[in-house]
């Protein structure tokens, strides 16, 4: 070995600090955030003091059954993770809500519909 170390694959885990939590936060973003509209989800996001993107995901009963639910949130949280590199540096806390057409949405539907979503809250 020429004792050079491997090049290790950049970050992408989605740490409990680029999550919102905490039922307070929710409302607050709810109450004082701005409101987009997508086909697949609706996206509340107020301007945080912190830098990069804090995500909270709420997936309702209305969506379907519990197994649908977490795969909505799956996809989701997968989506925001790969991409959050298109977040960094807006300082934002984003809350989602999934609708019914998620759950038969493939992922790279899901994908392009975040990436947009990020695109538009940037400018």
């Known amino acids: 070995m020429d004792g ?20 307070p936060h929710f409302r607050l973003i709810y109450a004082s955030g701005r409101k987009i509209h997508t086909p697949l989800f609706t996206a509340f996001y107020v301007e945080s003091y912190r830098p990069g993107l804090r995500i909270g995901l709420t997936v309702t009963r209305k969506v379907g059954s519990s197994v ?46 975040v990436k947009r979503l990020l695109a538009r809250i940037r400018s």
């Open 4 to 23: 050079s170390r491997p090049i290790e694959p950049p970050d992408e885990r989605f740490p409990k600090s680029g999550r919102i939590l905490k039922r």
């Open 68 to 113: 649908e639910r977490n795969r909505c949130r799956r996809l989701l949280r997968e989506a925001f993770r790969r991409n959050k590199a298109l977040g960094l540096g807006l300082g934002v806390d984003l809350v989602i809500n999934a609708k019914r057409d998620l759950v038969a949405a493939p992922y790279a539907g899901v994908e392009a519909e």
